[in-house]
């Protein structure tokens, strides 16, 4: 069976400090990867997707970046956090692209504070 | 994405069944109505969408109404770990893939 692995699941940072989240699925191979923000009580806001290795799209301008150097690996950066990067950050897959309305696997998120 | 409605909680009891309803209005012709499940300080979990016709899987069961603008969740026995905030979304089918949650329907479940 396939599974989604997201770490760290808590991380405190400063505001101005690099960021590395990695993501990695197991049990499939090509998935397409999603990274997600859940804003406390709110929807969860796509952030990146990636439909094959080296291919990444971004859905919304921010100082976050996402690279998928492997199959199955998905990393979500930043270079200098902002106190508004703060949220708890969610990896998902699924089989079909994003425009295929295909169901999506979630990690269990990773919970971002940035003092 | 159209809105959905749901109520903000419900209450069952153990080994009964559960109906949680959905009311989307506004939903488009090429509206998907997908549940998903999230517990507290996890990622939500998939549990089953649907175009037009009712559809079940092992978790549940999806009934849609005639004219597609309400929708119910139906879990045919809860369990104590069913207990977790349900969410309704209607996804086009040519989004790219934000999830548009609204508040969703608390279910807690009694043994």
């Known amino acids: 069976s396939q599974t989604i692995h997201q770490w760290p699941a808590t991380l405190v940072q400063p505001v101005g400090s690099p960021l590395s989240l990695e993501c990695t699925v197991e049990g499939t191979s090509n998935p397409n990867l999603y990274w997600y923000r859940q804003a406390a009580g709110r929807g969860l806001q796509l952030l990146f997707y990636s439909v094959g290795i080296g291919q990444i799209s971004s859905e919304v301008p921010q100082n976050l970046s996402a690279s998928r150097p492997q199959d199955r690996q998905f990393i979500l950066s930043s270079k200098k956090l902002l106190l508004s990067d703060s949220g708890f950050y969610l990896c998902?897959?699924?089989?079909?692209?994003?425009?295929?309305?295909?169901?999506?696997?979630f990690g269990n998120g990773t919970r971002l504070t940035v003092t | 994405d159209a809105k959905t409605t749901q109520p903000n909680s419900m209450e069952s009891n153990e080994e009964e069944p559960v109906h949680l309803p959905c009311n989307h209005s506004t939903i488009s012709g090429t509206d998907y109505i997908h549940w998903y499940r999230q517990l507290p300080s996890q990622g939500p979990e998939y549990v089953i969408h649907?175009?037009?016709s009712n559809v079940n899987n092992r978790m549940a069961s999806l009934a849609i109404a005639e004219d597609r603008k309400s929708s119910t969740l139906i879990l045919h026995r809860a369990t104590l770990r069913d207990a977790a905030v349900y969410y309704c979304?209607?996804?086009?089918?040519?989004?790219?893939?934000?999830?548009?949650f609204g508040k969703g329907t608390k279910l807690s479940v009694k043994p």
């Open positions: 979304i209607l996804r086009d089918g040519g989004s790219q893939g934000n999830l548009i």
């Open positions: 649907g175009l037009t």
């Open positions: 998902a897959w699924s089989v079909r692209p994003p425009w295929d309305n295909s169901p999506l696997h």
